[in-house]
């Protein structure tokens, strides 16, 4: 089959490079934009007590305003704000609200807003909207801090803007210089390295060029495929998609393009060069993309909306990649022809390529030491990620040096912490109206809570039901203790302590953050095991045998625990931090373990082919290796620099998945694909391929299309490969 695929679109080049393009115009011009959220209750199941606490709030209270931003006020010197001042927060505040910017109802202080030590105060922002996506919120904060400079003018006080609107509109800006550079950065590893690779300028540029046409593609269909199945992704979907799309189309780029040359060095013409390198790889880059789709598609089990988002997205990309990397590559490098390599002349004869040649003959000679070896380095790293520690506080790892950051610092000189943002409780009566004396009770029982620094006096609603309560904690809404009370110790006492006849709930962001730890532990349960056993299937069909899948996920998952337990240890133990990004595990997963998996599938068929030559299988080995390290290792360097660059950013939580999928990559590609796989595949020798015993000697496909000519030439570069 990929013999046909290969040879259509190497006969057929402008026409199926046509169809690409057509089809890439067609979808960036029609297809509906991906839709995003920030909103954390839109990925959470509905039977989560955070989600239930915001159903009934927009049902009994909709028109609650909560602050969707802060204005922390304080003197210049630090002193204590005298009456004069005081008047000057109350002036500046009304010049703010006289702004009237875009998506704020209004800018309101008052004399409560003034801490008890009297060196802070605040001034609320309410929005329009507090669930708008838009952005208009943020752009609105970032308006109103140039307008509060002129206004400050004059005065001896000096203020910060601080809460979720802010705070997100810093991120924003902090991220977007990010994602440029992580996009500069990969287009030029790319380039840099294929060109030291290949020494050819065309076959450096082609590849970003291709990638950046099956990008228009596959961001058509995933927006295409959101809107029919009304999905929504989380925001940071495009830049995954990117790195997905660079990482994954540069690996099977590869794959094709050392195979293709390693046909044109046998003395094979370029169009059947291409086609027989199509025929020989085509396999393995379908089932390592297949092994990548299932892992991606295993995400639609998680019961967080944001995961199963961003499954079938990434399925949806890697699938249109491993299309374009079967049609689309070869078409171009069919009309390019030997030329795609000028002005270098490599093509021509096989190099000596000493390193790979000797980490073949130390794999194929010393097969029980150097896996012994390799897995005990895999082992050793895998014991820190027995202390991994989940930390949900994403705003902690923010650069400190943001206005939002400081600002809240301040804020927490004269209030508590939780002010910014307060829990949610609700009690709703079972039947009949709610007994106001029974609520006063109540808030003595809320505020007796260890942690909680205040709470309002009830509001009930018009028909008497249900009663709001603000609940101000002394810890950031998304600090870890804040998280632990929300959805510990005032969850069980709100509802211990509920008046007879009602039940109670508890919302707001620290309640959403302790709903989404417990579906992030459900899920790394079920997810990640019924995601392994869907890509031993993969690696089962495509080895036809039952051994060899075993073995492969056990190495697949010491590479992950290895990963892990190397980022717990340079975070969360050397460099004193309270916990890692509760996401690594999960991008360890897509990244690592998916995508890592292509090397072993690489590796395992490379030697299945060598062994079918009927040369003895420590020969196969170190052919095998020889062959498949350069590729490897490019495909791995690139792929691994590219997340690499994260590490250069101010952001600790970028760096910690920075680190965690470079040295992943890297740990997966040079010691599991190159030194485990092989000499584990090697000592197990005929056993490996049970009960398929797919290393039985037979003849090779394409010597049939081989001219006589060739196939002496082709005997030959064998024959000096095994001497």
């Known amino acids: 089959m990929f013999r046909r695929v290969g040879r259509f679109a190497v006969h057929r080049p402008w026409l199926t490079i046509a169809g690409w393009?057509?089809?890439?115009?067609?979808?960036?011009?029609?297809?509906?934009?991906?839709?995003?959220?920030?909103?954390?209750?839109?990925?959470?199941?509905?039977?989560?007590?955070?989600?239930?606490?915001?159903?009934?709030?927009?049902?009994?209270?909709?028109?609650?305003?909560?602050?969707?931003?802060?204005?922390?006020?304080?003197?210049?010197?630090?002193?204590?704000?005298?009456d004069a001042d005081r008047a000057d927060v109350a002036k500046v505040t009304r010049g703010l609200d006289d702004k009237h910017r875009k998506g704020v109802a209004r800018i309101t202080?008052?004399?409560?807003?003034?801490?008890?030590?009297?060196?802070?105060?605040?001034?609320?922002?309410?929005?329009?909207?507090?669930?708008?996506?838009?952005?208009?919120?943020?752009?609105?904060?970032?308006?109103?801090?140039?307008?509060?400079?002129?206004?400050?003018?004059?005065?001896?006080?000096?203020?910060?803007?601080?809460?979720?609107?802010?705070?997100?509109?810093?991120?924003?800006?902090?991220?977007?210089?990010?994602?440029?550079?992580?996009?500069?950065?990969?287009?030029?590893?790319?380039?840099?390295?294929?060109?030291?690779?290949?020494?050819?300028?065309?076959?450096?540029?082609?590849?970003v060029l291709i990638i950046a046409l099956v990008f228009a593609v596959a961001l058509g269909l995933i927006g295409t495929a959101a809107h029919l199945g009304g999905l929504k992704a989380d925001n940071s979907i495009s830049a995954i998609l990117i790195v997905v799309l660079f990482g994954v189309g540069t690996d099977y780029i590869l794959f094709l393009l050392f195979r293709y040359r390693e046909e044109l060095r046998a003395g094979q013409q370029p169009k059947e060069a291409l086609t027989n390198a199509v025929a020989r790889v085509g396999e393995t880059i379908a089932s390592a993309a297949g092994a990548v789709i299932v892992a991606f598609l295993a995400l639609l089990l998680s019961t967080m909306g944001m995961m199963r988002a961003m499954g079938p997205s990434l399925a949806i990309a890697v699938g249109v990649t491993l299309v374009a990397a079967l049609t689309l590559v070869?078409?171009?490098?069919?009309?390019?022809?030997?030329?795609?390599?000028?002005?270098?002349?490599?093509?021509?004869?096989?190099?000596?390529?000493?390193?790979?040649?000797?980490?073949?003959?130390?794999?194929?000679?010393r097969p029980a030491v150097i896996a012994a070896l390799s897995a005990a380095v895999l082992a050793a790293l895998a014991v820190g990620a027995l202390s991994f520690k989940a930390q949900f506080d994403t705003d902690s790892q923010l650069p400190q040096k943001l206005?939002?950051?400081?600002?809240?610092?301040?804020?927490?000189?004269?209030?508590?912490?939780?002010?910014?943002?307060?829990?949610?409780?609700?009690?709703?009566?079972?039947?009949?109206?709610?007994?106001k004396g029974a609520l006063g009770t109540y808030k003595k029982e809320l505020a007796g809570i260890d942690g909680v620094g205040g709470v309002s006096d009830p509001v009930v609603s018009p028909d008497g039901t249900v009663a709001q309560y603000s609940v101000v904690l002394k810890y950031r809404p998304t600090e870890d203790k804040a998280i632990e009370i929300a959805?510990?110790?005032?969850?069980?006492?709100?509802?211990?302590?509920?008046?007879?006849?009602?039940?109670?709930?508890?919302?707001?962001?620290?309640?959403?953050?302790?709903?989404?730890?417990?579906?992030?532990?459900?899920?790394?349960?079920?997810?990640?095991?019924?995601?392994?056993?869907?890509?031993?299937?993969?690696?089962?069909?495509?080895?036809?045998?039952?051994?060899?899948?075993?073995?492969?996920?056990?190495?697949?998952?010491?590479?992950?625990?290895?990963?892990?337990?190397?980022?717990?240890?340079?975070?969360q133990d050397l460099q004193h931090k309270n916990g890692l990004l509760f996401m690594?595990?999960?991008?360890?997963?897509?990244?690592?373990?998916?995508?890592?998996?292509?090397?072993?599938?690489?590796?395992?068929?490379?030697?299945?082919?060598?062994?079918?030559?009927?040369?003895?299988?420590?020969?196969?080995?170190?052919?095998?290796?020889?062959?498949?390290?350069?590729?490897?290792?490019?495909?791995?360097v690139i792929l691994a620099g590219t997340f690499g660059v994260l590490l250069l950013a101010d952001n600790s939580m970028l760096q910690q998945m920075g680190f965690a999928v470079a040295f992943g990559i890297l740990l997966t590609a040079f010691v599991m694909a190159m030194l485990l796989v092989p000499t584990v595949t090697s000592l197990l020798g005929h056993k490996a391929w049970w009960p398929g015993h797919q290393d039985a000697p037979r003849a090779a496909p394409v010597a049939e299309s081989l001219p006589a000519q060739g196939q002496g030439r082709h005997r030959a570069a064998d024959e000096g490969v095994r001497s």
């Open 403 to 435: 206005e939002s950051v400081q600002a809240m610092k301040d804020l927490q000189r004269g209030f508590s912490a939780g002010q910014s943002d307060p829990a949610m409780v609700y009690v709703e009566s079972r039947g009949g109206t709610l007994d």
């Open 487 to 571: 959805g510990g110790t005032l969850r069980d006492s709100a509802h211990k302590a509920a008046p007879d006849g009602s039940k109670a709930y508890v919302g707001g962001t620290s309640a959403v953050l302790a709903d989404v730890e417990k579906a992030v532990n459900h899920d790394y349960k079920l997810v990640f095991p019924i995601a392994g056993l869907a890509i031993m299937v993969i690696l089962g069909l495509l080895l036809r045998s039952l051994v060899a899948p075993l073995y492969l996920m056990i190495a697949v998952a010491l590479g992950f625990g290895a990963t892990l337990g190397s980022t717990v240890w340079l975070f």
């Open 109 to 207: 202080t008052s004399p409560q807003a003034v801490s008890p030590n009297g060196e802070i105060a605040l001034a609320n922002i309410v929005a329009t909207d507090r669930n708008s996506q838009d952005g208009t919120l943020p752009k609105a904060v970032k308006d109103l801090r140039e307008d509060a400079k002129g206004l400050l003018d004059g005065t001896h006080l000096k203020a910060g803007f601080t809460g979720q609107a802010a705070t997100n509109l810093d991120a924003q800006e902090s991220s977007g210089d990010t994602d440029a550079m992580i996009m500069s950065a990969t287009l030029l590893l790319i380039v840099i390295l294929l060109l030291v690779i290949f020494r050819s300028p065309l076959i450096a540029l082609m590849p």
């Open 584 to 636: 690594l595990p999960v991008i360890v997963y897509l990244f690592v373990v998916a995508i890592g998996t292509d090397y072993n599938i690489l590796m395992v068929a490379r030697l299945r082919e060598e062994v079918r030559r009927g040369v003895p299988a420590r020969e196969a080995v170190r052919t095998a290796v020889a062959r498949s390290a350069p590729t490897i290792a490019s495909a791995a």
């Open 21 to 82: 393009i057509i089809a890439a115009v067609a979808l960036v011009l029609l297809a509906p934009g991906l839709k995003s959220t920030t909103d954390e209750t839109e990925f959470l199941p509905s039977h989560y007590e955070s989600v239930q606490a915001g159903k009934l709030q927009e049902k009994a209270f909709p028109k609650t305003e909560q602050p969707s931003a802060i204005v922390v006020f304080q003197r210049s010197d630090g002193a204590k704000l005298t």
């Open 330 to 365: 070869p078409a171009v490098f069919s009309l390019l022809g030997t030329k795609a390599f000028w002005p270098s002349k490599a093509w021509k004869k096989r190099p000596r390529n000493r390193v790979s040649n000797g980490l073949g003959t130390l794999v194929a000679r």
